[in-house]
């Protein structure tokens, strides 16, 4: 089945370290995205990709990085220069129209300490 | 930018009841679209309903529908016979040119 398989589901880091999120797809979508979920606010765009080696920041990019060297994959980097990185992240796909619905991944859930 | 805005953190219904969620929103795109999208407790994002600002007829799938004033930029999101499992977080999100925006979500328990 077609899907978005996002990795780990739960993920503990301690204060400094960089880390990685993983986001894969078997959709065949184009575009891909990255959003931070926290009580209270919502959904808040990090960074988004429309095609291969191709991104742009959303609201919230600094702290974070990404790449897009295949269609199937955008992995997340939370980097130490996030203040306040602890959040539940996820992550959707769409075939990239404004008419298109996103896909979403069941989330990552990062702590760090 | 785009804005959405939802003003109703909380919300409560029993079981077979009808419930409005509420949604406004802020555009300058003269085509665009509008969704709501359901998180239950699992957290896995679900869409729940899609609308075309051009087109004027209110979009509706199953029990769910939605009221769609586009002088008034409102779209609320009608449930009728409210279920157990329509207990979620609701999210109403617009998108003009590349990018979805969301709101800040309305918490619908449905009680029984």
């Known amino acids: 089945d077609g899907g978005i398989t996002q990795s780990p589901k739960y993920l503990f880091r301690k204060e400094g370290q960089n880390v990685t999120l993983s986001c894969e797809q078997n959709l065949n979508h184009d575009a891909m995205y990255w959003y931070r979920q926290d009580p209270g606010q919502g959904l808040r765009l990090i960074y988004y990709s429309q095609i291969v080696n191709d991104f742009q920041k959303g609201d919230i990019a600094e702290g974070y990085s990404v790449s897009r060297e295949k269609k199937e994959s955008f992995p997340l980097t939370v980097t130490s220069a996030q203040k306040n990185p602890t959040a539940f992240y996820l992550c959707?796909?769409?075939?990239?129209?404004?008419?298109?619905?996103?896909?979403f991944g069941n989330g990552t859930r990062l702590t760090v300490t | 930018a785009q804005t959405v805005t939802q003003s109703q953190p909380e919300m409560s219904v029993q079981e077979a009841e009808t419930v409005t969620l509420s949604c406004t929103y802020d555009?300058?795109?003269?085509?665009?679209?509008l969704f709501w999208y359901k998180q239950p407790p699992s957290r896995q994002m679900i869409l729940v309903i899609r609308?075309?600002?051009?087109?004027?007829q209110n979009a509706t799938e199953n029990r769910f529908s939605v009221n769609f004033q586009k002088a008034a930029k409102s779209f609320s999101l009608k449930i009728s016979d409210s279920q157990l499992g329509d207990t979620a977080m609701y999210f109403c999100a617009s998108v003009g040119y590349s990018t979805l925006t969301f709101g800040k979500g309305t918490m619908l328990l449905v009680s029984p």
């Open positions: 555009t300058s795109e003269n085509n665009y679209y």
């Open positions: 609308q075309e600002a051009y087109k004027q």
């Open positions: 959707a796909s769409s075939f990239g129209r404004a008419y298109s619905p996103l896909h």
